[in-house]
């Protein structure tokens, strides 16, 4: 146990390696660390800081039995990804007081690591209209539900998907909003008529939200954090030139491929789109502002600080 008795999660990157050790890669914080394991395949997951020693620094080694041993796994979210009867593996599990949060934020400000961290401190599920998109392309066309499958061809058609659509996704994954852990939506609702129905939804289940945690970031400081993205063409990797720049300028590191920056990364892209995002925004900040549920929080600083500024704000508003 860590000196203080922090009970919060570490964030766990796995990448390959030499040594058959776990290595102490980064130590953001007493709550956050990043770690390197060998002999496994790159994805995220959390472990538990009661778990780990006080001795717990930069460059201390942990053998792959114990690191595995004290590893909490990370739930695929089968259930909100495909729809219909599919089920998450491991399922959530049971918290005395689950949370129930809605996370509102324009591109660049940070949100979706601030989703993961506190997912891994709540124990929620990350459910993200994004990620159901991104996986339905890779979806067979008889495992798509009617919803999505109208959904993909909206956006094949390069047209918004309509509310209607949008509802009946997440009508169709009732059963996340009932979920045991609790759950964080990120990318709905984005409109107030998303809002009222999600509300309706809510209270058919007998369910209601605790928070809507709202990140904000002056608008030049998006600017400059999008615009500093280089993508790799090959591999897909994404570098910035300032928060996390490849060992040499323009290349990738991880296949040599010329770096670039991508259309949407331009600054007077970038504008266009937070002009868009504010204008549709603002009413429904408004409305849950209206409902006492707002919490706004200023996404300025590291994920860390961010972090620790989201616990505060949540506890001070509960």
């Not at 990140?215 to 910035?240: D, I, M, Q, W």
């Amino acid at each position: 146990m860590l000196a203080g008795g922090f009970a919060r999660n570490w964030e766990v990157k796995i990448r390959g390696a030499i040594a058959n050790s776990w290595v102490v890669e980064e130590g953001l914080s007493p709550e956050i660390l990043t770690l390197t394991a060998s002999g496994a395949r790159r994805e995220v997951h959390f472990i538990s800081v009661d778990h780990l020693s006080a001795s717990v620094r930069g460059g201390y080694g942990y053998t792959m039995n114990n690191a595995m041993a004290t590893m909490e796994p990370k739930r695929e979210r089968k259930a909100w990804i495909r729809g219909g009867t599919a089920q998450c593996e491991p399922p959530a599990k049971r918290n005395d007081v689950p949370r129930r949060l809605v996370l509102l934020g324009a591109p660049g400000v940070g949100k979706g690591t601030q989703a993961e961290l506190l997912c891994a401190s709540l124990g929620a599920c990350h459910l993200s209209t994004g990620d159901i998109f991104r996986a339905a392309k890779a979806l067979e066309a008889s495992e798509r539900t009617p919803a999505l499958t109208a959904a993909l061809d909206y956006m094949r058609r390069g047209d918004l998907v309509p509310d209607k659509t949008v509802l009946a996704l997440v009508a169709e994954r009732v059963g996340c909003l009932r979920c045991e852990g609790g759950f964080l939506l990120d990318g709905f609702p984005r409109t107030v008529a998303q809002a009222e129905a999600l509300e309706k939804l809510l209270a058919g289940e007998k369910l209601k939200l605790d928070a809507v945690l709202s990140y904000e970031l002056p608008l030049e400081k998006v600017v400059a954090r999008l615009s500093g993205r280089r993508t790799c063409p090959n591999c897909k990797a994404v570098f910035h030139v300032e928060a996390r720049p490849p060992k040499v300028a323009g290349v990738c590191d991880h296949c040599g491929g010329q770096l670039y920056q991508r259309e949407d990364d331009r600054p007077e892209s970038i504008r266009v789109r937070m002009e868009a995002y504010e204008r549709s925004t603002a009413p429904l900040a408004d409305y849950y502002r209206k409902r006492k549920l707002l919490v706004s929080i200023s996404a300025e600083g590291t994920p860390e600080d961010i972090f620790k500024r989201t616990l505060g704000a949540f506890k001070a508003a509960k």
